[in-house]
């Protein structure tokens, strides 16, 4: 079945589109050049396919064989919640860029600590690996969703230092989203935290304000 989904990718591979992806990773990325729209229809087809196979796509050098294995875990999540989570969170080292993190981190982390003890993501925020950072913040995102913003809003203040823009703006577009549902709740973070925080994150934070409160808060 790897053999069948790996000459697959290769049919689809534009090198032409690798090119000009590798523009959008911070580090160098060993792209082929498979869309997003590609990789989730090949994602839809091999749903089935075992978790031992999945993970074998997860550890691959190639991105897209990542990103392909991310889709199948979110695929299959709802049916092995608890094995999909474990699985995730003991391969995060390939969970290795902004793009992996986003589509992944929320649908699974997010959604199975959501009526749980969160103290895996107070970890993650802890952690020296940066993506690690990334996924605690974005998972937050299935929490915003449901109108709850504690985790968000503590998580952030671990962050507010972090010396990684990836992270930086991880951060300000949570509390964007937390703005988005309560402008107030992110107002009084802001008025606490504005003055010491990146100026990145603060972009992204303040992103949906009037033009006029934006500039109050980036003239300091």
């Known amino acids: 079945m790897i ?14 589109k690798a090119k ?7 580090k160098k990325e060993n792209l082929i050049g498979v869309s997003v ?3 989730r229809k090949i994602a839809k087809k091999y749903h089935e396919l075992k978790e031992k196979d999945t993970l074998f796509l997860l550890k691959s050098s190639i991105h897209e064989e990542r990103f392909l294995a991310l889709l199948l875990m979110v695929e299959k999540y709802q049916e092995k919640k608890k094995e999909i989570f474990q699985l995730y969170l003991k391969n995060t080292q390939y969970i290795n860029n902004w793009d992996l993190v986003d589509l992944s981190a929320e649908k699974i982390v997010g959604d199975y ?8 993501l107070y ?11 990334r996924i605690a913040i974005v998972s937050t995102h299935f929490f915003i969703k449901k109108d709850y913003f504690k985790d968000t809003l503590k998580i952030a203040e671990i962050l507010l230092k972090d010396k990684e823009d990836l992270v930086q703006k991880a951060v300000g577009w ?6 988005k549902k309560d402008e107030k709740l ?4 802001l008025k606490k935290h504005y003055l010491k925080m990146p100026r990145v994150m603060l972009r992204y934070s303040i992103e949906k304000f009037p033009q006029s409160k934006r500039k109050r808060y980036l003239k300091t």
Not at 5 to 11: D, F, M, Q, T
């Open 186 to 189: 992110l107002e009084n973070f």
């Open 123 to 133: 970890k993650l925020a802890e952690s020296e690996n940066l993506w690690e950072r």
């Open 174 to 179: 949570m509390l964007r989203e937390v703005g």
């Open 113 to 120: 600590l959501f009526e749980k003890r969160k103290d895996v």
């Open 3 to 16: 053999k069948k989904i790996k000459k697959e990718l290769r049919e689809k591979a534009d090198p032409e």
């Open 37 to 39: 729209p590609e990789l």
């Open 20 to 26: 000009k992806w590798q523009l959008f990773f911070k």
